[in-house]
């Protein structure tokens, strides 16, 4: 077995230039920006791993499990080029049948490689193969039956049990994300444990903040009986997110996320707020009342995180579940989330009127409408205290996206109004491979800076490190 | 008469190492890209040549004709900057009088050269001026006369007949576009030629889809004549669009195209498309009822398209004839088309929800709104079976434009769900000239993946013959 | 005394290369490019700057008043990462008391001058610094008093005021911008002088034309009792605005201005739009109404530069004011503007349809909506004979701005149908940075199209003083 040789990888499938300009110069100041924060820990700080699994610590099943099952940028380009689902053991809501054997759903995803070529997922998995596995070429499907034994052989290894990789992988802290109704049992174990890698979860309310959710009025007596409030008001509604925050905070909790369908803000009156909510509580409501109670609730959770000191995450715009009989067979989740547009400027205004200028608060805007950097978000950001950017977002956590995030937003926005890099997923070998990918771009950029004499070399290297590590750690507080 | 040095020219006018990066090591890669593709044959499955040139192979008339008259990319710019498009030579409307000398046009455009600098039009004409006349210098007014005398002496030789020319630039296939109602002469008398050069129709059924189209009715009616079905009903209206599609199919169409003012689909229960089809064949109809019913026929399209296999391409967006004086003085198609925005998410959902998950069928999907490409066209590409995305189209059929395209699509929807490139023109002479842009500047994008050790240089060859050619013929079933 | 080394600053701050591409040939291409333009005199043919400077010719007080106070792009900035606008010495409007102290103002400045990295505006300070002031170092809060001291006894100097600056600076046209109701005071008493300088005005009837402008109906009476015209009645209105136009002219006006929220423009035939003025100058409106008359007014405009030979500006699309509290506490321009799409294609045709074929009028647009670069302006640019393209304005005049509207607009709207540079500012000090960063992006870029043969040199040596001066110049009639 190849010994681990993260963070960084180098050999056939990896090269140590990778994503690094051309020319020679600058080229020679990227390598020695990335040099110099390469070895820096990760900060993680809004993802969807399962707290199960460093709660747990149980070995990952098999190869296909790790790597294309659960990875819907995975089976959506495969699916796209007409294989089916099933046929890449992706569950049916109905139980009715998929494929379950691990080694037929490598095989066909090792013979598709080719499809990932010029995508973010290609880079994220060779970097995964050659540092956790060994890989010297690509998959293929030639090299399919080997490379799955490879991996298989390894997963049986404690060095790649989820605490051991954790470590291996140099995480300094990771944020999970759980609904505000869920219990944090795996937390509450994790801590237990003694183990001490950092892991904090993250309020996610939607289920108990948009009219619209499953369940939700099933949701809103659940979140009064946990919390002994009583939730058919509006005073004890809030109450009860109040004590669910603090619950969360109790696990580590430094931010909340929400993840609208437009980033709409309101700030209601309190009357009216409050006959709002008795609407939306006895139900059933207009799509309108809906998405103005949601508006009415990011308003809230802001003004919340001024007593609490929770970051605020909005990460709007996705048009969810787009295509129909992929939903209704497989579910939520499935790759079929189509970005939408978004009008951040006037959604915003009235949390901002409310709370924008308050130094102290941190909101996190995040957008799949990639023409808002430069037109709305990077002005905003600019100019109120309360504001900052996350980074590129789902498609747009790429290279190309990172390069036109940083194009469009920092000549505007400044790096200092920017909080780093986030990297969101669920598919937790991949994890290393995105914190590269973003700190090569990074000192890719810089290096260019530098090069055409925007920036001096001292002052990229200070923000290749702000960039990698210190831009996420301060404003996530964590 | 210099010979014809095509599909390679190499003279002052086009360095061979045009559009490749500057970066030594990457324009050494794309020069290897390049020679490798430089010389495979030209698929054009979608443009706008005339088959009467192909049917009856006569010398085209004088240089003006061939390279001003008709192009509405060379009079506009030129009408941009105040020269009379009757000075042009452009035909008006009502017959009044318009410069028919055609020196004198070629010397008002050779004069104004200068205005085509950093545009497609001027590459285009560069090469073909350099590789079918053998140029050797810039047009300008000095060498107008000169450059003239060459052209039009080269237009009567028999080699520059439109077969001899279709032969010489390495044309396997090319696809012509013909309205509903054509009686498809020319591709008749083509047919019977005996000449091997393969020129296909397409399906255009607009002037019978479209409610607001000039004459709807008289169409119809027309339709019903040459099909023997009733298009006074639902029902036999389709069944006459399956025939002309089985008629067109004939004379070698392998896909039919739409080109409407949005991307809007529907798909209505039979009963209101029958209540609505009855609404417009009666006329007059609302807007909105004309554009659901555009709508609504996409859809039959694509269901029909299930059936006998033509490849579906939709081309919605453009507002024709903004210009409300230059389209009264001249008519359609005068450089006066301007984009407009478009919601393909939306829009497309009634289709995608019908038949987007077929694999046996293709949707191929344009735009003249860039901010689709990584927002909407890539996710809904890299996702659904049936979609593709076409290349960048009018405006965007460029340098720039095609790196754009690359860099916001690819990393999300993939190469291969992309389908190469068509040139879209009505202009003969640019054809080889547009492929060899496009050839050039995917080895260029290319080369840049592989110099940042993006993709490996054997992976960079496959996609540079792919994209040149074998995406195209797969996906256009040519 | 560092002398002025104007307009080619050389030193540690200020490489030599600065904004040049990083392959070493296309480089020395640029090199050459900017050596032949970076001696042209200055054209500002639209700007902010005040006409009071140059006629009193006074010294400019402290450093503080003339980098940081009035200059929305610093104090922004600095707003956003939690420093109080108070502490900036940004005056409030309630009187109430804020810093005063010059040198503690620079000092906070100074020490956050790493917020500036990335950003224009770092550009610009460090060009005045270096070239002004000689600066061979960074700002910083180590050498706060001593640039301050170096700043503070230049500013004292005959060399360092106005008039000499505007000499130094080699400017040989600057546009002001006033009201319509201006009595253009400083530019008469700039006019009685004798001094060489030229400076002219702009007429910007914003306060007369917009229905929902502040102390709108003042105004229009005002406008009535200067120009002796009943400007309760249409015909009385219009010609009032011709007699200002006339007026501005005396002072060398080229050029009229207008900053809508919209682009929208309405040709209403004679009998509406004088019912219209009627309820407008009775008041008060709706807001349709109020956009109405505005659109209306556009178009007035462009009838009467038809007449008058002035060049008409739109800049639409700003959402003013965004930030209430900050705007309560100080008022209008203080950094919290933000942008708004824009549909220039719906919008202009009313006015198009009027005037739009015109050789003789020239519009020239901006936008806040780069999006509309590719997809409208540049469409339209290229083919309507009255329109020209402004250059990236606001946020976007900065080196990545310049390079999206050069990628995104020049393939379809050519280099002719644009208008070279505008500095737009009211920050004196930074207007050879501004245009030197012009000049040197637009070497950059012509210097990519050599290396990669789209142009021939000689003609990239035309273009860069085409951009650098002459389209200007031209353009705005100076």
């Known amino acids: 077995m190849t010994p681990l040789r993260l963070p960084r990888a180098e050999n056939r499938l990896c090269h140590p230039d990778r994503l690094f300009p051309a020319a020679e110069t600058t080229r020679a100041i990227a390598r020695r920006l990335y040099d110099s924060v390469a070895g820096l820990p990760i900060i993680s700080p809004h993802g969807h791993t399962d707290p199960r699994w460093y709660a747990e610590n149980e070995p990952f099943p098999d190869p296909a499990k790790l790597f294309v099952v659960p990875d819907h940028y995975v089976f959506r380009m495969l699916y796209a080029q007409g294989l089916r689902m099933e046929d890449l053991g992706v569950p049916t809501r109905d139980g009715s049948p998929v494929e379950t054997d691990p080694r037929a759903i490598w095989r066909r995803f090792a013979a598709h490689y080719h499809l990932f070529r010029g995508t973010p997922t290609r880079l994220w998995l060779d970097h995964a193969f050659a540092s956790l596995f060994g890989f010297e070429e690509r998959l293929s499907a030639a090299n399919a039956d080997a490379t799955y034994d490879i991996v298989a052989r390894a997963l049986a290894q404690p060095a790649y049990r989820p605490r051991a990789l954790f470590e291996t992988f140099g995480i300094e802290a990771i ?5 505000a109704l869920d219990e944090l049992n795996w ?3 994790l801590k237990a444990s003694g183990w001490k890698g950092r892991v904090v979860t993250t309020y996610r309310p939607d289920a108990v903040v948009d009219p619209e959710f499953e369940g939700f009025a099933g949701n809103l007596a659940k979140l009064g009986a946990i919390t002994g409030e009583d939730t058919a008001t509006w005073s004890g509604y809030l109450e009860a997110h109040r004590k669910r925050r603090a619950f969360f905070k109790t696990y580590g909790a430094t931010a909340s996320d929400h993840g ?5 803000t309101a700030n209601l009156p309190k009357a ?3 006959r709002l909510f008795a609407k939306v509580a006895a139900g059933p409501v207009t799509a309108e009342e809906a998405d103005l109670f949601r508006g009415q609730m990011l308003t809230e959770m802001a003004k919340m995180s001024l007593d ?3 970051v605020l ?3 709007p715009g996705s048009r969810r579940n787009h295509n129909r009989a992929v939903f209704e067979r497989f579910g939520r989740d499935m790759g079929a989330d189509i970005p939408g547009g978004t009008d951040y400027v006037t959604a915003l205004k009235p949390l901002l009127d409310a709370v924008g200028n308050e130094p102290n608060l941190t909101v996190i805007l995040f957008t799949l409408d990639e023409t808002a950097y430069s037109r709305e978000l990077a002005p905003l950001a600019g100019h109120y205290p309360a504001l900052r950017l996350g980074p590129p977002w789902w498609f747009f956590d790429s290279v190309e996206g990172m390069k036109r995030f940083k194009e469009q937003a920092i000549e505007t926005a400044g790096f200092y109004n920017t909080v780093g890099f986030n990297d969101d997923t669920r598919a ?4 290393p491979a995105r914190h590269d990918v973003a700190r090569r771009v990074d000192c890719a950029h810089l290096a260019e800076l530098v090069a055409d004499h925007r920036l001096d070399e001292d002052e990229a290297a200070d923000l290749a490190a702000d960039l990698a590590y210190h831009l996420a750690k301060k404003a996530y507080r964590l």
Chains 1, 2, 3 share one sequence.
């Open 175 to 179: 944020a999970t994300t759980e609904g």
């Open 187 to 189: 937390h509450a174990m």
């Open 260 to 264: 609208h369908a437009s980033a709409r």
């Open 272 to 274: 009216d707020a409050e």
């Open 308 to 310: 609490d000191g929770l």
């Open 313 to 315: 995450q909005i990460h």
């Open 428 to 431: 937790f070998p991949s994890i």
